[in-house]
């Protein structure tokens, strides 16, 4: 472990290593500086790994391949995936959220008209 001094409310950036994957701080989600970190044998054993949570916003994969970039994108069960960067990712033009605990929804401009409007198909007696 790397860091982890507690500050008042405040804890440090802190790198857990090993981490199992049952453990709360690799299975759940964790609102703060907190990177656990474990080992995986093959990129497919990584995916397994993620989709064990019960929670999915976002994941990230970082590759030289396209083709292995969409090929796991595919495979996460998360809200959305970058590639060859951060999950810090907010484009208001894109839908936001996950499935599973992660609130199982989305959320975004798109979304957001889709949630609050009716859509009605016209006729002509309508358009008259």
Request: aromatic share 10%; net charge neutral; charged share 20%.
């Amino acid at each position: 472990m790397a860091g982890g001094a507690r500050r008042g409310a405040f804890y440090d950036p802190t790198v857990l290593v090993s981490v199992a994957e049952d453990s709360p701080a690799f299975a759940d989600e964790i609102f703060g500086p907190v990177a656990p970190v474990a080992r995986f044998t093959d990129p497919l054993d990584a995916v397994r790994m993620a989709n064990f949570s019960s929670y999915g916003f976002q994941a990230a994969v970082f590759t030289r391949g396209i083709q292995r970039a969409f090929t796991l994108a595919g495979r996460l069960d998360v809200g959305g995936v970058v590639t060859n960067g951060s999950t810090a990712l907010r484009a208001e033009n894109l839908s936001f959220g996950g499935p599973k605990d992660t609130g199982g929804s989305s959320e975004g401009l798109h979304d957001t008209a889709l949630e609050f409007t009716r859509p009605r198909r016209c006729t002509k007696a309508a358009r008259a």
